[in-house]
């Protein structure tokens, strides 16, 4: 499935696609790989609903999915994923993935036409069901909604250089972030992001990341009412502005390089939202970090801890009079999880919330202290993803 969207003409770039890729730089092609078809669950019971959080208090479906995924012939390759889970015990549906990729432009070049995640950050283009914790950092829940894919056009260049070094730049449509803009704002959203990473030894790796993403997508502040509760889901961005900056880091050690049976992960990702609206002091940002590591302590057990610091501005309208009030979010979780093979996953996580400083009224920072316990089983059937870093 293709995009329509005026940022664009599909067919004009698709066919300028495909004459790229079929001219004599693709020489080298690889060949074509079988259509493969895949589907994953996550089933999760939780004890109760995390403010900014994804999965409902009960028994629910998180992030699964059904893809499919294989080349078209040596020059393009495509992928499908239909995605599902339960928010307020309906089970809902969506396209997450519809694109069509180059595999044999030179130079490094690779481009990507379609609905895909954006690759802003370490954890937005990983599926949500491959993740470490039962629930992302409040970083992306906040910021992007948790997962943020959206319709657009994407251009990489991956360096030859002895380390790894890619740059690259996208440009969507920004509904899926931004739903309902308003009519003085621009259109558009666009990424520019930087990975560099290299091993340091035989038994240790890291990988650093920068991204900026450009919102011209702004809306109109809000009268000030009674709202609903936080743990509502919304696959929109809870907290936005203008200018986002994020940097992330991994660090990841194992026994000469054989993670089998020990690894240690160490992740950190810090993001920045600046101009987060029009009408207000162009000061005034919104700050998340999140810090977590997982020891991998036997071919089949892991343990991990992650503690995420998110402050935002809340601003509203009353009678006219824009009213800025600044609201604090602290999560930590612990987990401990079983994974007799790469497709299975038995987790346990506690994990408890505290908010300061913030609008009583406002459901985010409605209760200062909340502990919940959640057990999640993944299991996938057939073809997956590849494993990113």
């Given at each position: 499935?293709?995009?329509?969207?005026?940022?664009?003409?599909?067919?004009?770039?698709?066919?300028?696609?495909?004459?790229?890729?079929?001219?004599?730089?693709?020489?080298?092609?690889?060949?074509p790989e079988r259509?493969?078809?895949?589907?994953?669950?996550?089933?999760?019971?939780?004890?109760?609903?995390?403010?900014?959080?994804?999965?409902?208090?009960?028994?629910?479906?998180?992030?699964?999915?059904?893809?499919?995924?294989?080349?078209?012939?040596?020059?393009?390759?495509?992928?499908?994923?239909?995605?599902?889970?339960?928010?307020?015990?309906?089970?809902?549906?969506?396209?997450?993935?519809?694109w069509v990729q180059t595999r044999s432009l030179p130079k490094g070049l690779q481009v990507r036409l379609g609905r895909f995640a954006s690759q802003i950050g370490y954890l937005n283009e990983?599926?949500?069901?491959?993740?470490?914790?039962?629930?992302?950092?409040?970083?992306?829940?906040?910021?992007?909604?948790?997962?943020?894919y959206d319709d657009g056009l994407r251009m990489n260049w991956t360096a030859p250089t002895p380390f790894y070094l890619r740059l690259g730049a996208e440009v969507f449509g920004g509904k899926k972030l931004v739903p309902d803009a308003n009519t003085e704002s621009g259109k558009r959203v666009s990424t520019l992001n930087l990975k560099v990473g290299?091993?340091?030894?035989?038994?240790?790796?890291?990988?650093?990341?920068?991204?900026?993403?450009?919102?011209?997508?702004?809306?109109?502040?809000?009268?000030?009412?009674?709202?609903?509760?936080?743990?509502?889901h919304s696959h929109a961005a809870r907290f936005t502005g203008q200018r986002m900056h994020i940097s992330d880091l991994v660090w990841k050690w194992s026994p000469q390089g054989n993670n089998r049976n020990q690894q240690v992960r160490v992740n950190w990702e810090y993001a920045q939202v600046s101009r987060i609206h029009p009408q207000l002091d162009p000061s005034l940002k919104h700050a998340a970090s999140s810090v977590g590591a997982?020891?991998?302590?036997?071919?089949?057990?892991?343990?991990?801890?992650?503690?995420?610091f998110a402050r935002v501005h809340l601003a509203e309208l009353h009678g006219g009079d824009v009213e800025v009030l600044q609201g604090r979010?602290?999560?930590?979780?612990?987990?401990?999880?079983?994974?007799?093979?790469?497709?299975?996953?038995?987790?346990?996580?506690?994990?408890?919330?505290?908010?300061?400083?913030?609008?009583?009224?406002?459901?985010?920072?409605?209760?200062?202290?909340?502990?919940?316990?959640?057990?999640?089983?993944?299991?996938?059937?057939?073809?997956?993803?590849?494993?990113?870093?």
């Open positions: 499935m293709l995009i329509k969207h005026p940022l664009f003409s599909c067919s004009t770039l698709f066919a300028s696609l495909c004459a790229i890729a079929g001219t004599s730089w693709a020489q080298n092609a690889p060949p259509w493969q078809a895949g589907v994953v669950l996550d089933a999760a019971s939780t004890s109760r609903g995390l403010e900014l959080g994804a999965r409902d208090q009960g028994v629910g479906l998180g992030h699964s999915d059904v893809l499919l995924r294989g080349a078209f012939n040596e020059h393009l390759s495509g992928e499908a994923i239909l995605g599902f889970h339960t928010a307020d015990r309906k089970l809902e549906h969506h396209l997450e993935n519809a990983l599926h949500p069901h491959t993740d470490d914790f039962a629930e992302r950092p409040l970083l992306y829940r906040g910021f992007l909604g948790g997962h943020w290299n091993d340091l030894g035989r038994s240790s790796s890291w990988q650093w990341g920068l991204s900026t993403l450009n919102n011209q997508r702004t809306t109109h502040l809000e009268e000030h009412d009674d709202h609903g509760h936080a743990s509502d997982v020891w991998r302590f036997h071919p089949s057990w892991e343990v991990g801890a992650r503690t995420d979010l602290k999560e930590n979780a612990i987990m401990l999880a079983y994974k007799p093979s790469h497709k299975q996953t038995l987790r346990l996580q506690l994990t408890q919330q505290s908010a300061r400083n913030g609008d009583a009224d406002h459901p985010v920072f409605a209760h200062p202290a909340k502990r919940s316990i959640q057990l999640q089983y993944v299991v996938a059937f057939g073809a997956h993803g590849a494993h990113a870093y």
